[in-house]
């Protein structure tokens, strides 16, 4: 083959020109052995498209999954929460409904027993109560201070 013919279908191979029976005759070409010295460095760009197409990918790695390690975690969680209310429920006394029954729920005979209990629960709320209002005095001085320094 002539090798003006070669360089100028080398021209229209990368201007993107080419039919494939082009392509073809190309790279037959530079598989030979007649391959004159200035055309000698289109060989290997020839000659690497005809390994690639030989190449095979090997399978991917199979990686494991960290949702199975999650599901794992939540199981080992779940058996140790079952575990531990197993525990507490067989170490639990036995008689303890009796002993809530037993226990007193708030009820008076009399309303003058309620009408006292009454009192001594509000009185005990309103010593609270007085004694979160007194804190708050130290706070409306801070507050009369910091408007003086800064002259609001």
Same mark, same amino acid.
């Given at each position: 083959m002539e090798w003006n013919k070669i360089e100028a279908l080398l021209e229209r191979y990368f201007e993107g020109l080419t039919t494939l029976e082009e392509?073809?005759?190309?790279?037959?070409?530079?598989? @030979?052995?007649?391959?004159? $010295?200035?055309?000698?460095?289109?060989?290997?760009l020839f000659g690497y498209f005809a390994q690639a197409?030989?190449?095979?990918?090997? $399978?991917?790695?199979?990686?494991?999954?960290?949702?199975?390690?999650?599901?794992?975690?939540?199981?080992?969680?779940?058996?140790?929460?079952?575990? @531990?209310? @197993?525990?507490?429920?067989?170490?639990?006394?036995?008689?303890?409904?009796?002993?809530?029954?037993?226990?007193?729920?708030g009820t008076y005979d009399t309303p003058e027993e309620a009408y006292a209990a009454t009192q001594e629960a509000l009185a005990m709320v309103s010593g609270h109560l007085n004694t979160g209002i007194e804190s708050m005095g130290y706070l409306k001085e801070y507050e009369n201070s910091k408007n003086q320094i800064f002259k609001q």
């Open positions: 392509e073809q005759t190309l790279k037959t070409f530079f598989q @030979g052995t007649n391959v004159p $010295p200035h055309l000698e460095s289109y060989r290997s197409k030989q190449e095979r990918m090997t $399978p991917p790695i199979q990686l494991k999954s960290r949702r199975n390690v999650f599901i794992g975690w939540l199981v080992a969680a779940s058996v140790v929460v079952m575990l @531990g209310i @197993g525990f507490m429920t067989w170490n639990s006394p036995s008689d303890a409904p009796q002993a809530l029954a037993q226990t007193e729920l």
